[in-house]
């Protein structure tokens, strides 16, 4: 069997709230709050990027898989907010975790599933029996544009999966992807910001994407929303989650345990796979979990997952992700936020 | 600013935390040399330092040399290690008046410095109170 | 080895001098020594300069200098210990003429440090730190020096104001120095109101950025009394070093390259501590001073901001130390300051030291340092 060997997020600790931000803008914090069904988000610090918390997601993730680093035969980081444009992340992640140097590395991009798009084929590779052990990442340190509605929820974070066949975790049951040219949110080369599509990205991109592959997979695995303990959705907000399990039948109490984004934000490529290390932090042996990430752009990843005994030797062995998320953390005024995410402009 | 290449040389300890433990004496040095400095012998194996330890001292630079202008105020410490090894770095996520000498902390890695918008990014160890 | 004898001091005012390139402060202080002296043609000329090739772009800078004062083709070198280049130049020419290679030489310490802004100035004194595990990390020199105060405050209960009283005494003394940078008095209240650099240190415990050379002539002590000049001889001399990190060392609080430097100084002199009448030492930052008293047997270890403050230390104590002002109000061209030490010192031996006049100084010491006590240079001057 093969499937989730190891496990690990990192959540760096500062955060700021949407009164905050609203404040800056003259814009109503209240009825963001509502609309949005986010409180607050998670900040990186000045010296936080994809690939540092990449790092120490994977770090937790060995600690749980308990393998020896050299044994790993891909390193795949998927973000949208790679630290640089021409130069792998990958590679620092593999070097700082002793990969090196027999290992494949890739860079992933897909808007928020690159992340998931790197456990794909992590797994594959280790279904197809060419690697013992594959680590994906899925990590991002995304901006929202001053002002906009992206900007209350853009956060920080990172999830880490090693995929391999002994001692699993949560044995990979099916995959499935769905995915079209679908322009819901993209950014240029050059720009710093990203642009959207407004009421677009909801229906004819987030929507249909997740219900497809969700569908998809169902079918793909024979298997009906009540068959699952656990769901996790791409969370860009707080509402999607729940309306777009509602629609595929769903309930409230699947969802919750690996619902963050209240209260973390919009991880972007780490939003699913940060969602589901929660999710198996309080998991027992035989639940079945469905993962369905959304990338803008647009596609969607799905995997159902069936938790195995070895959780229960594994969990504790790093810090869980809702300790990660509510504890020591650190609130920033806009203007030190502003400060640390570059957005004052600065003499040359 | 370190070039590419002295950059690229150090990766093993920035990254990694490699030192090498004298075969004679088992003294650890990082970063590794090629003559143990207590017993003179020349044969060492590759460590990896224990990734927590205490602070021996501290201080927060306030006036910061070039490539970390925009970091000041920032603490940065002496910290043994749990495995008797000393280094140099940054302690991170803390309120400067929580620092004290003892404190326990642990090793993360960070991103230490970057050349402009368009050089190098350079990583390495930092420290962040447990 | 012959006796070495110092027949010639030269120095001209420290401070921001923005009309003077490197080799005119070199060349003006150098022709004071050999005036002093009252010889006009050197066997050697060694120079203590710690970062010409940055500061200003320099290198090759003995011969160069060797060039402008008009004496090629003198054999020339640069020694460079960071901010002990002075101390090893006077250490390297004393061995030259002990050993009977040169008769006369001009000892010079030069920096020109204001032609680069104060951050790039931050970066070049940072250079005498370990480059790839301290200054990596973003520190400074008033951070390493941070860390030992905050260590030795944490270990032996040193206080602020103690740290305070170090700059206080350096003024005083200073303001009597026509030659310092900041000939003026200052309080306490002042340096524990000025701002911070690096916790605890603030802007008045740190040496400044200056540009300054200094120089002196040395020969056989038999040469001197012929020429019939007021004999001042080196009758000890001593240099060691420790690891270059701070973290490395055994004892964060403690200087042990002075130590060792000094022990050589004192046995080749066969001085003791008790027998030194006046001290200059390297108050870089005025924990230093602490440290270094310490370390060189004036204090027991761990007393040296006490001995401060009941004022063993001032110009009317027991063993007056930086009765020039020290780094701290004489400035600290960095090079230049371990020839500027034996300069003040030669002075107190001739008498020659006005308003700062030790009375009776007949044995005296200089220490300069380099980098966070990574190099140490001692030595010890005598009345002939």
């Not at chain 3, 030669?346 to 380099?370: H, I, S, W, Y």
Request: hydrophobic share 40%; net charge neutral; aromatic share 8%.
């Amino acid at each position: 069997m093969e499937g989730i060997v190891g496990y690990g997020a990192y959540i760096p600790r500062n955060r700021i709230k949407v009164e905050e931000i609203a404040k800056v803008w003259g814009a109503d914090a209240p009825s963001y709050k509502k609309g949005l069904l986010v409180e607050e988000k998670s900040v990186p610090s000045p010296d936080q990027d994809t690939i540092t918390m990449s790092v120490e997601a994977s770090k937790n993730a060995l600690k749980r898989a308990r393998i020896n680093p050299k044994e790993i035969g891909a390193v795949y980081i998927g973000s949208e907010s790679h630290p640089y444009a021409v130069k792998p992340s990958g590679t620092v992640l593999a070097e700082a975790i002793g990969a090196t140097p027999d290992v494949h590395t890739a860079d992933f991009e897909f808007a928020c599933k690159a992340g998931t798009e790197g456990m794909f084929v992590a797994l594959s590779l280790v279904k197809a029996g060419e690697i013992k052990y594959g680590l994906a990442v899925g990590a991002d340190t995304s901006q929202g544009a001053p002002g906009d509605a992206l900007e209350y929820t853009a956060a920080a974070g990172a999830a880490a999966y090693i995929f391999g066949r002994e001692n699993v975790v949560a044995e990979a049951l099916v995959t499935y992807s769905y995915a079209t040219d679908t322009p819901d949110f993209w950014r240029r080369e050059y720009q710093y910001y990203p642009q959207h599509g407004g009421r677009f990205t909801g229906e004819p991109a987030y929507f249909k994407h997740i219900i497809g592959a969700a569908k998809g997979i169902l079918d793909k695995a024979r298997l009906k929303p009540s068959d699952f303990n656990y769901v996790i959705f791409h969370q860009p907000n707080g509402k999607f989650p729940f309306r777009v399990g509602e629609l595929l039948g769903f309930e409230k109490k699947q969802i919750e345990p690996g619902w963050l984004v209240s209260k973390l934000g919009n991880t972007y490529s780490g939003s699913s796979p940060i969602g589901l290390t929660a999710t198996l932090d309080i998991s027992k042996p035989g639940d079945l979990i469905l993962i369905v990430s959304y990338g803008s752009g647009a596609g969607s990843d799905a995997f159902v997952f069936r938790v195995t005994e070895k959780i229960d030797e594994v969990r504790d062995l790093a810090p869980k992700t809702r300790v990660l998320l509510d504890n020591n953390k650190n609130y920033l005024d806009y203007g030190t936020y502003a400060k640390f995410r570059g957005k004052i402009r600065k003499a040359e | 600013m370190p070039t590419p290449s002295r950059y690229w040389r150090e990766i093993p300890q920035r990254y990694r935390l490699e030192a090498a433990k004298c075969k004679k004496c088992g003294a650890v040095s990082f970063p590794p040399r090629l003559i143990c400095p207590f017993c003179k012998a020349r044969e060492f194996e590759t460590v990896t330092l224990a990734d927590k330890g205490k602070i021996l001292t501290y201080t927060i630079i306030r006036v910061p040399p070039q490539p970390f202008a925009d970091q000041a105020p920032y603490a940065v410490g002496i910290i043994e290690l749990n495995d008797g090894v000393r280094l140099t770095g940054q302690i991170v996520d803390c309120n400067f008046e929580d620092l004290k000498i003892g404190g326990r902390v642990r090793i993360e890695f960070r991103k230490i410095s970057q050349e402009g918008e368009a050089g190098l990014i350079c990583y390495g160890y930092k420290f962040v109170p447990e | 080895m012959r006796e070495v004898a110092v027949i010639g001091v030269g120095m001209t005012k420290w401070g921001e001098l923005w009309e003077k390139s490197l080799r005119d402060i070199f060349v003006e202080t150098a022709l004071l020594a050999l005036d002093d002296a009252g010889v006009d043609k050197i066997d050697s000329l060694v120079v203590g300069c710690m970062s010409s090739g940055i500061f200003v772009g320099q290198e090759h800078l003995a011969s160069l200098l060797a060039d402008y004062l008009g004496q090629a083709p003198v054999p020339a070198a640069r020694v460079e210990s960071a901010c002990s280049s002075g101390g090893l130049a006077l250490r390297t020419g004393f061995i030259e003429v002990a050993s009977g290679m040169a008769d006369i030489v001009l000892v010079s310490g030069v920096e020109k440090m204001t032609d680069v802004s104060g951050q790039e100035a931050t970066y070049v004194l940072g250079t005498a730190a370990d480059q790839e595990y301290e200054c990596y990390h973003g520190i400074t020199f008033p951070g390493l020096y941070a860390l030992i105060a905050r260590a030795h405050m944490e270990k032996y209960g040193t206080t602020r104001e103690q740290l305070a009283l170090v700059a206080v005494k350096n003024h005083y003394n200073g303001s009597m120095n026509p030659l310092a940078q900041y000939p003026y008095k200052i309080t306490v209240d002042a340096v524990l109101n000025s701002v911070l650099v690096a916790d605890p240190l603030r802007i008045l415990d740190c040496s400044p950025i200056t540009d300054g050379a200094a120089a002196l002539i040395l020969c056989p002590l038999e040469l001197a009394k012929k020429m019939k000049k007021p004999l001042v001889k080196i009758s000890g001399s001593g240099q060691a070093t420790d690891t270059i990190a701070l973290s490395s060392r055994k004892d964060i609080t403690w200087i042990e390259s002075t130590f060792q430097a000094a022990k050589k100084a004192y046995a080749m002199a066969g001085k003791k501590p008790e027998d030194i009448d006046v001290i200059e030492a390297h108050d870089c930052f005025t924990i230093a001073e602490i440290c270094v008293m310490e370390a060189l047997g004036l204090v027991e270890k761990g007393k040296g901001g006490k001995a401060v403050e009941e004022g063993l230390t001032s110009l009317k104590g027991k063993i007056p130390v930086n009765t020039s002002g020290g780094l701290k109000a004489k400035g600290h061209p960095v090079g230049a300051t371990g020839v500027a030490q034996a300069i003040e010192i030669v002075k107190q031996l001739r008498e020659d030291a006005g308003p700062r006049q030790v009375k009776g100084a007949r044995v005296g010491l200089t220490q300069n340092m380099g980098g966070s006590g990574g190099s140490s240079v001692v030595h010890i001057f005598e009345r002939g």
